[in-house]
C-alpha cells in the first residue's frame, strides 16, 4: 500500500453513550484474494448498533468498533481473482458478524 493513504472511520473504544464515539484515520486497507474494498458514500447506524455501543448485555469483541450494519458506496479496488470490471460498480454493504470490527470488513451486494 502506498505511504500516506488513510481513510476516515467513526469507532468506539469503550460501551457507552455518545460521547465514546470518536473520528480516526485509518491504513487504507488493500483487498485481498477474492475481495472488493468499497469507499463508503453513506452509512446506516441502526438500533442494533447504539445498543451494542450502550454497553449492557453487548460485550466487545474487538478492541476497537466501527458502528456500521447498512451502507452504500463504489467499488475503488478488487483484490486477486475478482474482475477487475467490478471497479467503479456501486454496491451496498452488510458486516460479516464473525469479524465486525472494522469498516472494511463488510460483504459488498450489486445494486
Do not use: C
Amino acid at each position: 500500500m502506498p505511504a500516506g493513504r488513510t481513510m476516515k472511520a467513526i469507532v468506539y473504544r469503550d460501551n457507552r453513550g455518545p460521547d465514546v464515539l470518536r473520528l480516526v484515520d485509518h491504513d487504507l486497507p488493500e483487498p485481498g484474494p477474492g475481495e472488493v474494498r468499497v469507499r463508503v458514500a453513506v452509512s446506516g447506524v441502526n438500533p442494533t448498533d447504539w445498543q451494542a455501543r450502550s454497553g449492557p448485555g453487548h460485550p466487545r469483541r474487538f478492541p476497537e468498533i466501527t458502528p456500521h450494519l447498512d451502507g452504500a458506496g463504489t467499488i475503488d479496488a478488487v483484490g486477486e481473482g475478482v474482475d477487475p470490471g467490478r471497479r467503479g460498480q456501486r454496491v451496498q454493504t452488510t458486516p460479516n458478524p464473525a469479524t465486525i470490527s472494522t469498516a472494511w470488513e463488510v460483504s459488498a451486494f450489486l445494486t
